[in-house]
């Protein structure tokens, strides 16, 4: 059964930091590139990052730019995202979704369909 699942979300005060981990299963990961997305309440889902699969090339959206470091680790079959200095703006349900596509591709056209189920960040004082 292949499967996407984040964790690693939870809440944080402005300026904390918070790792996201997104696990695939049932599938080889070293052929997709990896997004990051988020979705706040009311709001779309908007793309924030990516991680390619040729070389690791990173890709950040006007979201998270300067202060979100993606990796990956093919072994691990895990996709990673650090988020620094975390502002009021960035509470939603992360998400990650892959795609064969490179990362400018993936970013302008996700998937319909294959999600996992996202985890929540908060950020209060």
């Known amino acids: 059964q292949v499967s996407l699942e984040e964790s690693g979300g939870g809440s944080v005060q402005p300026g904390g930091s918070l790792s996201l981990y997104c696990a695939a299963s049932?599938?080889?990961?070293?052929?997709?590139?990896i997004a990051w997305f988020r979705q706040a309440p009311g709001k779309e889902r908007e793309g924030v990052s990516c991680?390619?699969?040729?070389?690791?090339?990173?890709l950040y959206t006007d979201s998270g730019k300067g202060r979100l470091a993606v990796s990956r680790d093919n072994d691990k079959k895990r996709g990673y995202l650090q988020m620094n200095n975390l502002k009021p703006e960035d509470p939603a349900a992360y998400f990650c979704?892959?795609?064969?596509?490179?990362?400018?591709?993936?970013?302008?056209?996700?998937?319909?369909?294959?999600w996992g189920p996202g985890t929540r960040v908060f950020v209060s004082s």
């Open positions: 991680v390619g699969k040729v070389d690791g090339e990173e």
């Open positions: 979704a892959v795609d064969f596509s490179d990362c400018r591709t993936l970013i302008n056209n996700p998937p319909e369909n294959f």
């Open positions: 049932g599938f080889v990961l070293n052929y997709y590139s």
